[in-house]
């Protein structure tokens, strides 16, 4: 199951251990490092329909935006994507106002990883838990087939009603990584077609 992995922190080079790990336990060849967060969010929004885990530094010396600014940035933009919240101090030492608190932990697909007190099987746990999801979710569904199933990318899978416009399904798998509303009305579409494809099978 390959997968984009992106580091956001202005602290971390190519060679730190954690992401050396991460890359040769899971296998993993696309791999990037931002120190800066303008530039790592810009990335990451410019990679949405690429399966991709984001890790993410809490805090940024001398930068406007911090953890929680490209957290909300992202949110606006799809909420499938992967994100990992990260802390090189205890989170015991962290000052973090109550708003700001509950926002990270109502946000989907989300996980926090302390690198003070974390260890490299802490951060493969949730990284497992991931690729988990990741194997019921139908974006990634849709992915795995394309893959097999190449001569399906260019089929058409859909039109639009309003404008005739038609998808194909590599469009569509686009659609839903970024989260569009041609994605979010032809998952709900397919989701209600297969429920009743269920409940007819039944009679």
Known sequence: MDFKLVFID??????????????????????????????????????????????????????SKQGLNLLKEIRNQTSLLYIVMMSANPLSDISVSSQDLI???????????????GSFEDVDIIINSIKKQWSVKFDCVLEDWLLRHPEDNKKE???????????????????????????????????????????????
């Not at 990037?32 to 805090?59: A, S, T």
């Not at 926002?103 to 990883?113: I, L, V």
């Not at 989260?179 to 409940?199: C, D, P, R, V």
């Open 103 to 117: 926002e990270m932990m109502n946000s989907e697909n989300f996980f926090y990883f302390d690198r003070s007190n």
């Open 10 to 63: 202005d602290n971390l080079s190519m060679k730190e251990p954690l992401i050396q790990h991460i890359r040769i336990h899971f296998d993993i060849e696309d791999y990037n490092v931002f120190q800066d967060p303008e530039e790592g969010l810009e990335y990451v929004l410019n990679n949405l329909n690429k399966r991709m885990i984001v890790f993410i530094d809490r805090n940024f010396d001398g930068y």
């Open 157 to 203: 899978a859909f039109t639009e009603t309003d404008s005739g416009k038609k998808y194909t399904w590599e469009d569509i798998l686009i659609e839903l990584r970024q989260q569009t509303a041609i994605g979010k009305s032809f998952e709900k579409k397919l989701n209600q077609y297969y429920i009743h494809l269920l409940n007819r099978s039944k009679k």
